[in-house]
Protein backbone atom coordinates (compact mmCIF):
# COMPACT_ATOMS: atom_id res chain seq x y z
CA UNK A 1 0.00 0.00 0.00
CA UNK A 2 1.34 3.24 -1.07
CA UNK A 3 2.32 5.75 2.01
CA UNK A 4 0.04 8.70 2.18
CA UNK A 5 1.36 12.45 2.43
CA UNK A 6 -0.93 15.04 3.57
CA UNK A 7 -0.18 18.68 1.76
CA UNK A 8 -0.76 22.05 3.17
CA UNK A 9 -1.74 24.67 0.66
CA UNK A 10 -1.18 27.99 2.34
CA UNK A 11 2.84 28.72 2.06
CA UNK A 12 3.28 25.36 0.76
CA UNK A 13 1.43 24.50 -2.77
CA UNK A 14 0.26 28.40 -2.52
CA UNK A 15 2.91 31.65 -2.39
CA UNK A 16 0.90 33.04 0.57
CA UNK A 17 4.17 35.19 1.19
CA UNK A 18 4.11 36.74 -2.48
CA UNK A 19 0.80 37.06 -2.58
CA UNK A 20 0.79 38.94 0.72
CA UNK A 21 3.42 41.41 -0.13
CA UNK A 22 1.72 42.24 -3.30
CA UNK A 23 -1.47 43.22 -1.46
CA UNK A 24 0.26 44.60 1.14
CA UNK A 25 2.21 47.14 -1.64
CA UNK A 26 -1.18 47.72 -3.31
CA UNK A 27 -3.30 48.68 -0.03
CA UNK A 28 -0.41 50.71 1.59
CA UNK A 29 2.53 51.77 -0.67
CA UNK A 30 5.35 49.77 1.31
CA UNK A 31 6.96 47.05 -0.96
CA UNK A 32 8.92 44.26 0.85
CA UNK A 33 10.91 41.50 0.08
CA UNK A 34 10.62 37.84 1.29
CA UNK A 35 14.04 38.67 2.90
CA UNK A 36 12.71 41.71 5.26
CA UNK A 37 10.00 38.73 6.80
CA UNK A 38 12.48 36.33 7.79
CA UNK A 39 12.38 35.50 11.50
CA UNK A 40 8.77 37.47 11.92
CA UNK A 41 5.86 36.02 13.33
CA UNK A 42 2.73 35.97 10.35
CA UNK A 43 1.19 39.09 13.34
CA UNK A 44 3.92 41.29 12.95
CA UNK A 45 5.16 40.17 9.66
CA UNK A 46 3.95 44.12 8.12
CA UNK A 47 3.74 47.29 9.86
CA UNK A 48 0.18 47.72 9.99
CA UNK A 49 -1.72 45.12 12.00
CA UNK A 50 -4.20 42.57 11.64
CA UNK A 51 -3.12 42.81 7.86
CA UNK A 52 -3.11 38.87 7.37
CA UNK A 53 -6.79 38.50 8.83
CA UNK A 54 -7.90 41.42 6.70
CA UNK A 55 -6.72 40.04 3.45
CA UNK A 56 -7.44 36.40 4.15
CA UNK A 57 -10.78 37.44 4.59
CA UNK A 58 -11.17 39.50 1.48
CA UNK A 59 -12.53 38.27 -1.32
CA UNK A 60 -10.00 36.96 -4.43
CA UNK A 61 -7.53 36.58 -1.82
CA UNK A 62 -7.15 32.64 -2.34
CA UNK A 63 -8.70 32.51 -5.75
CA UNK A 64 -5.89 34.77 -6.91
CA UNK A 65 -2.75 33.67 -4.84
CA UNK A 66 0.34 32.34 -7.18
CA UNK A 67 1.52 29.02 -6.97
CA UNK A 68 4.56 28.08 -5.25
CA UNK A 69 7.61 27.47 -7.50
CA UNK A 70 7.82 23.73 -8.33
CA UNK A 71 5.26 22.73 -6.50
CA UNK A 72 2.81 21.02 -9.43
CA UNK A 73 5.87 19.18 -11.39
CA UNK A 74 6.62 17.81 -7.69
CA UNK A 75 2.97 16.97 -6.47
CA UNK A 76 2.49 15.13 -9.95
CA UNK A 77 5.74 13.52 -9.29
CA UNK A 78 5.32 12.50 -5.86
CA UNK A 79 1.68 10.65 -7.00
CA UNK A 80 3.34 8.00 -8.37
CA UNK A 81 4.88 6.81 -6.03
CA UNK A 82 2.33 8.20 -2.78
CA UNK A 83 -0.99 8.92 -2.14
CA UNK A 84 -1.52 12.24 -1.45
CA UNK A 85 -4.01 14.24 0.06
CA UNK A 86 -4.43 17.98 -0.02
CA UNK A 87 -5.21 19.36 3.65
CA UNK A 88 -6.16 22.62 4.03
CA UNK A 89 -6.90 24.94 7.20
CA UNK A 90 -9.66 26.34 5.44
CA UNK A 91 -12.70 26.62 7.88
CA UNK A 92 -11.53 30.06 9.23
CA UNK A 93 -12.65 31.89 6.59
CA UNK A 94 -15.00 31.05 5.28
CA UNK A 95 -15.24 32.53 1.47
CA UNK A 96 -12.02 30.71 1.47
CA UNK A 97 -13.28 27.22 0.84
CA UNK A 98 -14.92 27.86 -2.80
CA UNK A 99 -12.10 29.91 -3.90
CA UNK A 100 -9.27 27.35 -2.52
CA UNK A 101 -11.39 24.21 -4.16
CA UNK A 102 -11.58 26.64 -7.48
CA UNK A 103 -7.93 27.06 -7.18
CA UNK A 104 -7.01 23.70 -6.58
CA UNK A 105 -8.92 22.96 -10.19
CA UNK A 106 -7.32 25.10 -12.21
CA UNK A 107 -3.83 24.23 -11.01
CA UNK A 108 -3.58 20.59 -9.76
CA UNK A 109 -6.70 19.03 -11.61
CA UNK A 110 -5.07 16.09 -11.19
CA UNK A 111 -5.86 15.40 -7.50
CA UNK A 112 -9.21 14.51 -7.37
CA UNK A 113 -12.03 15.67 -5.25
CA UNK A 114 -11.78 12.85 -2.70
CA UNK A 115 -8.52 13.66 -2.14
CA UNK A 116 -9.54 17.29 -0.57
CA UNK A 117 -9.48 17.99 3.11
CA UNK A 118 -10.87 21.46 4.47
CA UNK A 119 -10.24 21.28 8.29
CA UNK A 120 -9.91 24.02 11.40
CA UNK A 121 -7.37 22.21 13.06
CA UNK A 122 -5.30 19.33 11.41
CA UNK A 123 -5.29 17.47 15.05
CA UNK A 124 -7.32 14.82 13.73
CA UNK A 125 -5.59 14.17 10.18
CA UNK A 126 -3.63 10.73 10.13
CA UNK A 127 -1.73 10.37 7.32
CA UNK A 128 2.20 8.55 6.79
CA UNK A 129 3.84 11.84 6.38
CA UNK A 130 2.75 15.56 6.59
CA UNK A 131 4.67 18.73 4.65
CA UNK A 132 3.14 22.03 6.36
CA UNK A 133 4.80 24.86 7.08
CA UNK A 134 3.45 26.02 10.53
CA UNK A 135 4.35 24.31 13.71
CA UNK A 136 1.22 24.14 14.99
CA UNK A 137 0.39 21.73 12.67
CA UNK A 138 3.65 19.53 12.77
CA UNK A 139 4.26 19.74 16.40
CA UNK A 140 0.94 17.52 17.15
CA UNK A 141 1.06 15.36 13.99
CA UNK A 142 1.88 11.70 14.79
CA UNK A 143 3.61 10.94 11.87
CA UNK A 144 6.74 11.91 10.03
CA UNK A 145 6.79 15.67 9.07
CA UNK A 146 8.48 17.81 6.96
CA UNK A 147 8.29 21.72 7.58
CA UNK A 148 8.33 23.60 4.65
CA UNK A 149 10.25 26.83 5.00
CA UNK A 150 8.47 30.09 5.36
CA UNK A 151 9.59 33.35 7.22
CA UNK A 152 7.63 32.25 10.45
CA UNK A 153 9.27 29.22 10.64
CA UNK A 154 13.35 29.92 9.84
CA UNK A 155 14.46 29.69 13.51
CA UNK A 156 13.17 26.39 14.44
CA UNK A 157 15.06 23.08 13.76
CA UNK A 158 12.82 20.52 15.53
CA UNK A 159 11.22 19.17 12.22
CA UNK A 160 13.36 18.09 9.09
CA UNK A 161 13.27 20.94 6.89
CA UNK A 162 13.00 21.60 2.85
CA UNK A 163 13.70 25.46 1.58
CA UNK A 164 11.91 24.42 -1.73
CA UNK A 165 10.19 21.57 -3.71
CA UNK A 166 13.18 20.67 -5.48
CA UNK A 167 14.42 19.71 -2.04
CA UNK A 168 11.07 17.57 -1.18
CA UNK A 169 11.72 15.53 -3.97
CA UNK A 170 14.97 15.05 -3.00
CA UNK A 171 14.00 13.79 0.34
CA UNK A 172 10.70 11.67 -0.35
CA UNK A 173 11.64 10.99 -4.27
CA UNK A 174 13.72 8.71 -3.49
CA UNK A 175 12.38 6.27 -1.35
CA UNK B 1 -7.99 13.20 27.60
CA UNK B 2 -11.24 13.24 25.85
CA UNK B 3 -12.30 10.83 24.00
CA UNK B 4 -12.75 12.29 20.29
CA UNK B 5 -15.79 11.66 17.99
CA UNK B 6 -16.11 12.33 14.45
CA UNK B 7 -20.19 12.50 13.34
CA UNK B 8 -21.17 13.28 10.22
CA UNK B 9 -23.88 15.65 8.96
CA UNK B 10 -25.68 14.49 5.79
CA UNK B 11 -27.93 11.43 7.09
CA UNK B 12 -26.78 12.22 10.77
CA UNK B 13 -27.24 16.10 11.98
CA UNK B 14 -28.70 16.81 8.68
CA UNK B 15 -32.30 15.37 7.88
CA UNK B 16 -31.56 14.50 4.13
CA UNK B 17 -33.62 11.90 3.54
CA UNK B 18 -36.48 14.53 4.74
CA UNK B 19 -35.68 17.04 2.19
CA UNK B 20 -34.91 14.87 -0.61
CA UNK B 21 -38.75 13.78 -0.46
CA UNK B 22 -39.82 17.38 0.15
CA UNK B 23 -37.51 18.55 -2.94
CA UNK B 24 -39.05 15.36 -5.06
CA UNK B 25 -42.64 16.01 -4.44
CA UNK B 26 -42.29 19.96 -5.11
CA UNK B 27 -40.50 19.17 -8.41
CA UNK B 28 -42.18 15.64 -9.43
CA UNK B 29 -45.29 15.72 -7.96
CA UNK B 30 -45.05 12.68 -6.20
CA UNK B 31 -44.90 12.29 -1.90
CA UNK B 32 -42.84 9.33 -0.82
CA UNK B 33 -42.78 8.40 3.14
CA UNK B 34 -39.54 7.59 5.00
CA UNK B 35 -41.24 3.96 4.74
CA UNK B 36 -41.30 3.69 1.37
CA UNK B 37 -37.47 4.38 1.04
CA UNK B 38 -36.67 1.56 3.11
CA UNK B 39 -33.68 -0.65 1.90
CA UNK B 40 -33.18 1.10 -1.23
CA UNK B 41 -29.83 2.28 -2.17
CA UNK B 42 -29.65 6.26 -2.58
CA UNK B 43 -29.63 5.53 -6.25
CA UNK B 44 -32.77 3.92 -6.79
CA UNK B 45 -34.44 5.37 -3.95
CA UNK B 46 -36.93 7.70 -6.12
CA UNK B 47 -38.13 6.61 -9.94
CA UNK B 48 -36.30 9.45 -11.15
CA UNK B 49 -32.81 8.47 -11.86
CA UNK B 50 -30.01 11.09 -11.49
CA UNK B 51 -31.66 13.08 -8.81
CA UNK B 52 -30.04 12.77 -5.68
CA UNK B 53 -26.89 14.10 -7.58
CA UNK B 54 -29.62 16.93 -9.13
CA UNK B 55 -30.58 17.97 -5.91
CA UNK B 56 -27.74 17.79 -4.15
CA UNK B 57 -25.47 19.78 -6.85
CA UNK B 58 -28.15 22.86 -6.79
CA UNK B 59 -28.00 25.97 -4.71
CA UNK B 60 -29.96 26.49 -1.50
CA UNK B 61 -30.29 22.46 -1.24
CA UNK B 62 -27.56 22.05 1.93
CA UNK B 63 -28.72 25.02 3.43
CA UNK B 64 -32.54 24.58 3.64
CA UNK B 65 -32.00 20.74 5.10
CA UNK B 66 -33.88 20.33 8.41
CA UNK B 67 -31.78 19.67 11.41
CA UNK B 68 -32.28 15.67 12.73
CA UNK B 69 -34.35 15.93 15.43
CA UNK B 70 -32.77 15.96 18.34
CA UNK B 71 -29.18 16.56 16.96
CA UNK B 72 -28.82 19.90 18.64
CA UNK B 73 -29.24 18.80 22.46
CA UNK B 74 -27.63 15.67 21.88
CA UNK B 75 -24.51 17.03 20.44
CA UNK B 76 -24.46 19.46 23.21
CA UNK B 77 -24.73 16.95 25.86
CA UNK B 78 -21.91 14.78 23.94
CA UNK B 79 -19.81 17.96 23.98
CA UNK B 80 -19.81 17.95 27.93
CA UNK B 81 -18.03 14.40 27.47
CA UNK B 82 -16.50 13.87 24.53
CA UNK B 83 -14.63 15.98 21.68
CA UNK B 84 -16.43 16.69 18.53
CA UNK B 85 -15.45 17.24 15.47
CA UNK B 86 -18.01 17.37 12.47
CA UNK B 87 -16.77 15.56 9.53
CA UNK B 88 -18.78 15.66 6.32
CA UNK B 89 -18.17 14.73 3.08
CA UNK B 90 -18.89 17.72 1.40
CA UNK B 91 -16.26 18.41 -1.28
CA UNK B 92 -17.88 16.26 -4.52
CA UNK B 93 -20.47 19.52 -4.31
CA UNK B 94 -18.40 22.37 -4.52
CA UNK B 95 -21.61 24.81 -3.80
CA UNK B 96 -22.01 23.02 -0.79
CA UNK B 97 -19.19 24.52 1.05
CA UNK B 98 -20.06 27.79 1.96
CA UNK B 99 -23.74 26.05 2.57
CA UNK B 100 -23.08 23.54 4.79
CA UNK B 101 -20.71 26.18 7.01
CA UNK B 102 -23.87 28.56 7.71
CA UNK B 103 -25.88 26.06 8.32
CA UNK B 104 -23.83 24.19 10.81
CA UNK B 105 -23.39 28.46 12.44
CA UNK B 106 -26.85 28.42 12.21
CA UNK B 107 -27.96 25.20 14.07
CA UNK B 108 -24.80 24.70 15.95
CA UNK B 109 -23.13 27.34 16.39
CA UNK B 110 -21.84 26.20 19.56
CA UNK B 111 -19.03 24.12 17.44
CA UNK B 112 -16.25 26.13 16.61
CA UNK B 113 -14.52 26.49 13.62
CA UNK B 114 -11.50 24.82 14.43
CA UNK B 115 -13.81 21.27 14.69
CA UNK B 116 -15.28 21.38 11.50
CA UNK B 117 -14.24 19.20 8.60
CA UNK B 118 -14.94 18.95 4.56
CA UNK B 119 -13.44 16.27 2.69
CA UNK B 120 -13.71 13.67 -0.06
CA UNK B 121 -13.51 10.55 1.01
CA UNK B 122 -13.01 9.97 5.03
CA UNK B 123 -9.99 7.73 5.10
CA UNK B 124 -7.56 9.70 7.03
CA UNK B 125 -9.88 10.82 9.36
CA UNK B 126 -8.69 9.33 13.31
CA UNK B 127 -10.81 10.00 15.82
CA UNK B 128 -11.95 7.52 18.82
CA UNK B 129 -15.45 7.33 17.59
CA UNK B 130 -17.09 7.71 14.37
CA UNK B 131 -20.96 8.21 14.27
CA UNK B 132 -22.23 7.74 10.24
CA UNK B 133 -24.96 6.61 8.30
CA UNK B 134 -22.45 5.58 5.10
CA UNK B 135 -20.95 2.04 4.86
CA UNK B 136 -17.90 3.57 3.34
CA UNK B 137 -16.88 5.20 5.76
CA UNK B 138 -17.56 3.39 8.90
CA UNK B 139 -16.59 0.29 7.05
CA UNK B 140 -12.76 1.32 6.90
CA UNK B 141 -12.46 3.27 10.34
CA UNK B 142 -9.74 1.82 13.19
CA UNK B 143 -12.32 4.02 16.40
CA UNK B 144 -15.42 2.65 17.57
CA UNK B 145 -18.06 2.91 14.83
CA UNK B 146 -21.77 3.95 15.38
CA UNK B 147 -24.36 3.85 12.23
CA UNK B 148 -27.02 5.75 12.28
CA UNK B 149 -30.01 4.69 10.63
CA UNK B 150 -31.07 5.37 7.06
CA UNK B 151 -33.06 3.96 4.52
CA UNK B 152 -29.78 3.16 3.15
CA UNK B 153 -28.64 1.27 5.41
CA UNK B 154 -31.19 -0.92 7.44
CA UNK B 155 -30.49 -4.12 6.14
CA UNK B 156 -26.55 -4.19 7.35
CA UNK B 157 -25.71 -5.60 10.75
CA UNK B 158 -22.08 -5.22 11.08
CA UNK B 159 -21.74 -1.98 12.68
CA UNK B 160 -23.55 -1.12 16.27
CA UNK B 161 -26.62 0.59 15.17
CA UNK B 162 -28.92 3.97 16.79
CA UNK B 163 -32.03 4.82 15.19
CA UNK B 164 -31.99 8.05 16.51
CA UNK B 165 -30.28 10.96 18.64
CA UNK B 166 -32.02 9.38 22.06
CA UNK B 167 -30.16 6.04 21.20
CA UNK B 168 -26.97 7.34 20.55
CA UNK B 169 -26.79 9.51 23.82
CA UNK B 170 -28.34 5.92 25.68
CA UNK B 171 -24.92 4.37 24.12
CA UNK B 172 -22.41 7.44 24.49
CA UNK B 173 -23.82 9.44 27.43
CA UNK B 174 -23.50 7.05 30.12
CA UNK B 175 -19.90 6.17 30.20
Same mark, same amino acid.
Given at each position: ????? %???????? %????A *??? #??? *???????F #??????G???????????????? %????N????V??????????????? #??????V???????? !? @??E?? %?? @?????P????????????? !???????????H @????? *?F?G?T?????F?????? *?????DN????????GS?
Amino acid at each position: MKKSI %AIDMDGVL %ADVEA *HFI #TWY *HRDYGQKF #TKKDLLGKTEENAFPKKGMVKKF %ASSENFFRSVPVMKGAIEAVKELQK #TYDIYIVSAAMEFPQ !S @LVEKR %AW @LDQYFPFIEWKKIIFCGDK !SIINTDIMIDDH @LKNLD *HFKGETLMFSAFHNVNFT *HHKRADNWQEVLNILGSR
